[in-house]
């Protein structure tokens, strides 16, 4: 034959002469035979050189047919070699022990070459049609129990093979019938001499007979056995034979489906429907399937050919297999992908997402396309125990009827309460197919889109519910399976809203770093201005007493060496003292600044009032001869450190107290206003006050704009007072005219 592709086979056969006829047959098809005497050799040929199909003799010396099937078939690497068992046994038995070692076909010596070739050409078609593995069944027969795990298909194939045996055998009997009356209808003599002849060959048709009845009794054995519903067909589509199942499945006794059209039974049609295999079977002449819903199960359909030893159609194997289990493992299978798949998107689209609104609009759009809704909404719950919508999808937008900004208000801090409020409230998802007749429903407003399914999920944090997803207008409702799914998928959620809160905290707690640098950094460069003042003022006006002391003292030590002190010299010796007082008052002084840092800093509330009034009466106290006008406004109240505050306030009263002593009617204020846009407090005097070109000078440690005999000070007040303000994270700032008083403004955080 042209055209055939070379298909390995292996012949095993111990007679010489019946291997060599059979590879003449195989080789004369186009097939590449290779020809082994017995199972031991045919496993070393197929370890070197795997053949698609292997044929073999049952009765063979050292391993028997049976043994090299069932070693074939529980091999891993050459369990898909088809294999064909050839024998002169022809007892049911024979069948069952091939069924037992896993083989494909099974064939009676002597075989038709068509009948061989057929069978070859069916394994080639199903080589792509694996069955799954199906349960044991349990065969009785003649008092011995044999258990068969053999695939649907190959009980199928062992079934059509033993099927066509019983046919080629009763088209042979009708052939010597017609033989024997043509030639009864010759000469006498010939009927005289092929009496014996008929009477022998009536026996043997009569033998055949009971021996295809017998195994059509034990293959309706076997059938009943099969855990799927299993008919034989004719031409025609009719059934001829049926098996328990069959009557199972379709609740019908077996007497009721002989003769009926398989679609009758199957599609309650009263003729094929399009897309049945049975149609296409008739065509193409190889095995069809179909997978079928019937009810809430679903069924696979497959219709093998009977072929004639013509190669014609002759009949079907119609077998209807309960595939329910296995289609809802595939679905559980879909949605999980499903499930995973949308998680997976939620965690990509919501790392570019700019707010928790734009992560919420991403979870609402996966949600909506995992369940099929048509709208749906998620918010969180307010600290005032309201809800408040965070994002509602675009199609619930469109929907809507209600003018947007009234929309927008009525989303907002709503009431927990009618079907919704129901998951918020007792913590749990809700389904409600059926609103109109629920009973927690309060309505819609108007404009609202109408409800016509709900499915509620609340959003937990650590097991405290912060929100609620809601799902709506699904066009079949919802479902369990749903609710498991957006029940999973609100985990994701929660976790993709709570990352983006930390990416925002972190966000912000990066801000105040920067900005605490930036606040450390000019704290830093102050600090160095105060350490360059602090040394010119080492180098300087420390110095200056000490040249004071050291000039005055060589004078009297000079002058006065050798005779008593008189009046100048005492005046020397009196300089020579206040020198030393303005630098011990000058190193208190330094040492009072470099203490503001080190104190323990505690914040509380503070009554400026009170402690500006009572450091005011302490210096009218101490002045008694002075008459100064205080006046310090009520209730200024601040929150800082009450110490250092106390220090501060001497210091710029003590400042007002100071520059006002020339002034006839002296006058200091304490209040607050509201100055650069922020609040102030203040202490005004109308005092020397000061030049405003140099009001940069004013809080640097030892920077004076009066000389200390105009008005006696170390200059390490104001910059005292600047450092207690700057440490609170408050300004301080001061506003001047010369001869006309002056202003000191602090603001505190």
Known sequence: MANIDKIKILVVEDSMTQAMQLQHILEKNGYDATVVSDGSEALRSISKSKPLIVISDIIMPEMDGYELCRQIKSNELYRDISVILLTVLS??????????????????????????????????????????????????????????????SQIINLLLSTYETAVTKSLELIKTQAELKRLNEGREEIVDQRTAVIRFEANERKAAEEEVVQTAREWQTTLDAANDAIWI??????????????????????????????????????????????LRARKSLRRETMDLQIGEG??????????????????????????????????????QSKLLAAINSVFLETLTAESEEAVAQVCLNVAQELTGSKFGFIGEITPEGLYTT???????????????????????????????????????????????????????????????????????????????IAMANRVSGYTAAHQQDMEALSIAF??????????????????????????????????????????????????????????FSQILLEKYQDK?????????????????????????????????????????????????????????????????????QEGIMVQGDSYLMQIAMENLMNNAWKFTGKEAHP???????????????????????????????????????????????????????????????????????????????????
């Open 91 to 152: 007892q049911p038995q024979a069948v069952i022990l091939a069924l037992r070692c896993g083989a494909d076909k099974f064939l009676t010596k002597p075989y038709d070459e068509n009948q061989l070739l057929s069978a070859i050409q069916q394994l080639k078609e199903n080589l792509n049609s694996q069955d799954p593995p199906q349960k044991a069944i349990t065969v009785s027969y003649r008092g011995e129990t044999y258990s068969i795990d053999s695939t649907r």
């Open 233 to 278: 067909l004719d031409k025609e589509q009719r059934i001829l034979r049926s098996n328990k199942t069959a009557e199972r499945f379709f609740h019908l006794p077996c007497g009721d489906l002989i003769d009926k059209y398989c679609w009758e039974i199957v599609h309650g049609t009263t003729q094929p429907i399009p897309e049945c295999p049975f």
């Open 298 to 335: 679903w069924f696979q359909v497959t219709v093998d050919p009977i072929l004639d030893v013509a190669g014609q159609y002759a009949g079907a194997v119609h077998i209807v297999s309960d595939i329910t289990d296995r289609k809802r493992a595939e679905e559980q299978i879909h949605r």
């Open 390 to 468: 965070t994002a509602l999808s675009d199609p619930g937008w469109e929907a809507c009827r209600i003018p947007e900004t009234k929309a927008n208000v009525l989303i907002k801090d709503m009431v927990i309460r009618g079907i919704w409020g129901q998951v918020i409230l007792k913590e749990q998802s809700l389904i409600v197919n059926d609103p109109v007749s629920y009973p927690n429903r309060v309505g819609i407003p108007e404009g609202h889109p109408p409800l016509t399914s709900f499915l509620g999920v609340p959003l937990k944090d650590q097991g405290k519910v912060i929100g609620m």
């Open 494 to 551: 929660v976790e993709a809203i709570r990352r983006k809160q930390a990416e925002k905290k972190i966000s912000q707690l990066n801000i105040e770093l920067e900005q605490r640098v930036l606040d450390r950094t000019a704290q830093l460069e102050a600090t160095n201005k105060e350490l360059e003042t602090f040394s010119y003022s080492v180098s300087h006006d420390l110095r200056a007493p000490l040249r004071s002391i050291d000039g």
């Open 564 to 632: 008593p002190l008189d009046d100048k010299g005492k005046t020397y010796l009196e300089k020579v003292c206040k020198a030393t007082q303005r630098m011990s008052l000058l190193i208190d002084d330094i040492l009072k600044l470099s203490r503001i840092t080190k104190v323990e800093f505690k914040r509380r509330n503070v009554n400026m009032s009170g402690m500006t009034r009572a450091i005011a009466e302490e210096y009218q106290k101490d002045n008694p001869d002075r008459v100064v006008d205080v006046i310090v």
């Open 667 to 749: 006058r200091i204020e304490f209040g607050t206003t509201v100055s650069y846009g922020k609040n102030a407090c203040f202490i005004r005097d109308n005092g020397a006050g000061f030049d405003m070109a140099y009001a940069n000078k004013l809080f640097g440690a030892f920077q004076r704009l009066h000389t200390t005999d105009e008005f006696p000070g170390t200059g390490i007040g104001l910059a005292t007072v600047q450092r207690i303000i700057h440490r609170h994270g408050g300004q301080v700032w001061a506003e001047g005219e010369k001869g006309k008083g002056a202003v000191f403004y602090f603001t505190l955080p």
